[in-house]
Nanobody
Framework: QVQLVESGGGLVQAGGSLRLSCAAS????????MGWYRQAPGNQRALVAT???????NYADSVKGRFTISRDNRKNMVYLEMNSLKPEDTAVYYC?????????WGKGALVTVSE
């Protein structure tokens, strides 16, 4: 089993910044992709950003230029730096990792962006 623990969520004003962190532990043999997804009330969970073990990153169009994903492979951690936050970024943010083709999810971190 793989456990994921997110941290860094909270309340911020529009235009502000937050940094999310996710620590992976447990039966980790080789983490392939690490990423972040988010789910706003009434919406489906959607991709925010992913980073492969070789350094390739992918972003949702809505966050390009504002969010940056990074990972520390030695520590099995993934980060999401969020700048120029907008009220529409309000959501629960979930950490996701793919290990040996299996998906694992964290419990989520709430990010609230006020006007």
């Amino acid at each position: 089993q793989v456990q994921l623990v997110e941290s860094g969520g909270g309340l911020v004003q529009a235009g502000g910044s937050l940094r999310l962190s996710c620590a992976a532990s447990g039966s980790i043999f080789r983490i392939n992709t690490m990423g972040w997804y988010r789910q706003a009330p009434g919406n489906q969970r959607a991709l925010v950003a992913t980073a492969t073990s070789t350094g390739h990153t992918n972003y949702a169009d809505s966050v390009k230029g504002r969010f940056t994903i990074s990972r520390d492979n030695r520590k099995n951690m993934v980060y999401l730096e969020m700048n120029s936050l907008k009220p529409e970024d309000t959501a629960v943010y979930y950490c996701n990792v793919v290990v040996l083709m299996s998906n694992y999810w964290g419990k989520g971190a709430l990010v609230t962006v006020s006007e």
